[in-house]
Structure formats: structure tokens, C-alpha cells
């Protein structure tokens, strides 16, 4: 059965770190692909990051780009993001997401990922 279980989430000032963890198993990275959404109070869920599988490459949204990034480890069957220079609008439930279909720029949106995770929340305040 393909679990993903979040950790990491709390609350930090503007300026400050995070890093996020998802654990995951019933899937190989070889065949699915991974990533991270967040969702804000009144928006809608936002594409932040993912690599695709067979693919070296980790995509960003244009607004994490340069702050944040993805990470795995394969032994662990974890992937993180390490989130930094984190600023207020970034606060919002962080969900890890698998799928074994996405492919090209349809990353970003959140129609094709079929798992989710249960979220976790990262507030960003002074």
C-alpha cells in the first residue's frame, strides 16, 4: 500500500529554515514520480517542487526557486525540502504527493498526482 507520512512543519519568523521530510514506501522513485504542493487559507494548492521519475532534474515554482530545495534519499525512501529565506506568504499545509503518471509541465498542477500525503503546517510569522 503507497504511504506518504509528512513531518517537519511548525512555526518560524520570516528569515528562518524549515526542512520538511516525507516518508514514503509501496513505490519505487524509479517509476513514480514525487513531489511538494501547499495549499494557503482561501488559495488554491500550489505546485512548489518535484522530480519526475527517470528524470535527474528538480523543478521549482517560480516563488521557491533559490530558496528552496528538494532533496532524497533513496536508502531512506525520504525526500525533504529544506526551505529557507521562508517568508509569510509561504505559510500554508505542505503536502508530499506521488504519482506514477506525471510527465512534462503538468507537474504544477495538482489534477495528476493521485497520493497525497496528510499535510503539514508551516506557519511563517514576526
Known amino acids: 500500500q503507497l504511504q506518504l507520512v509528512e513531518s517537519g512543519g511548525g512555526f518560524v519568523q520570516p528569515g528562518g529554515s524549515l526542512r520538511l521530510s516525507c516518508a514514503f514506501s509501496?513505490?519505487?522513485?524509479?517509476?513514480?514520480?514525487i513531489g511538494w504542493f501547499r495549499q494557503a487559507p482561501g488559495k488554491e494548492r500550489e505546485g512548489v517542487s518535484c522530480?519526475?521519475?527517470?528524470?535527474?532534474?528538480?523543478y521549482y515554482a517560480d516563488s521557491v526557486k533559490g530558496r528552496f530545495t528538494m532533496s532524497r534519499d533513496n536508502a531512506k525512501n525520504t525526500v525533504y525540502l529544506q526551505m529557507n529565506s521562508l517568508k509569510p506568504e509561504d505559510t500554508a499545509v505542505y503536502y508530499c504527493?506521488?504519482?506514477?503518471?506525471?510527465?512534462?509541465?503538468?507537474?504544477?498542477?495538482?489534477?495528476?498526482?493521485?497520493?497525497w500525503g496528510q499535510g503539514t503546517q508551516v506557519t511563517v510569522s514576526s
Open positions: 504527493v506521488a504519482d506514477p503518471w506525471v510527465s512534462g509541465s503538468s507537474w504544477y498542477s495538482p489534477l495528476p498526482w493521485d497520493y
Open positions: 522530480i519526475r521519475s527517470g528524470d535527474s532534474n528538480t
Open positions: 509501496g513505490f519505487s522513485l524509479d517509476y513514480y514520480a
